[in-house]
């Protein structure tokens, strides 16, 4: 049972959800969620080199990709976005994934905040799922 997680958000700007996929991403912000104190904490922030720089780029939706984001991820339960590409599957097999509609990284981050059960009922189910949340 975890008492504590690391989520990687998928980010275009410092204040915005990446509007497209995960992978696709400028960055990802990493954040550690203490379960029983409902706090979360901003730890880093990575540049993602497995960008795609356009629609048909080389790479997009490939597992190499895939496997390149998660080497950038040590320790991380879940994944949070806008939105999850053809790679969904493959990384479902290795993390939780959450979804948001809003791109507003504040309005995101009181979601989280105020839905701390559903959290950990979520990270502590042995299947990784897919998990939609909205703001409160």
Same mark, same amino acid.
């Given at each position: 049972?975890?008492?504590?997680?690391?989520?990687?958000?998928?980010?275009?700007?410092?204040?915005?959800?990446?509007?497209?996929?995960?992978?696709?991403? #400028?960055?990802?912000?990493?954040?550690?969620?203490?379960?029983?104190?409902?706090?979360?904490?901003?730890?880093?922030?990575?540049?993602? +080199?497995?960008?795609?720089?356009?629609?048909?780029?080389?790479?997009?939706? /490939?597992?190499?990709?895939?496997?390149?984001?998660?080497?950038?991820?040590?320790? #991380?339960?879940?994944?949070?976005?806008?939105?999850?590409?053809?790679?969904?599957?493959?990384?479902?097999?290795?993390?939780?994934?959450?979804?948001?509609?809003?791109?507003?990284?504040?309005? #995101?981050?009181?979601?989280?905040?105020?839905? +701390?059960?559903?959290?950990?009922?979520?990270?502590?189910?042995?299947?990784?799922?897919?998990?939609?949340? /909205?703001?409160?």
């Amino acid at each position: 049972m975890y008492e504590q997680i690391k989520i990687a958000f998928g980010m275009e700007t410092e204040d915005l959800l990446n509007k497209d996929h995960f992978g696709n991403s #400028v960055f990802f912000r990493i954040a550690e969620f203490n379960l029983t104190k409902n706090i979360l904490s901003l730890t880093e922030k990575i540049p993602n +080199p497995h960008r795609d720089h356009g629609e048909k780029s080389a790479g997009h939706g /490939e597992e190499a990709k895939a496997g390149g984001i998660a080497s950038l991820l040590p320790g #991380v339960q879940i994944l949070a976005g806008h939105a999850m590409g053809t790679n969904a599957a493959k990384m479902k097999q290795k993390y939780h994934i959450l979804l948001f509609k809003n791109l507003d990284f504040s309005a #995101v981050r009181n979601s989280i905040q105020a839905n +701390p059960g559903k959290i950990r009922e979520f990270v502590h189910q042995e299947e990784k799922k897919i998990l939609r949340l /909205e703001e409160p």
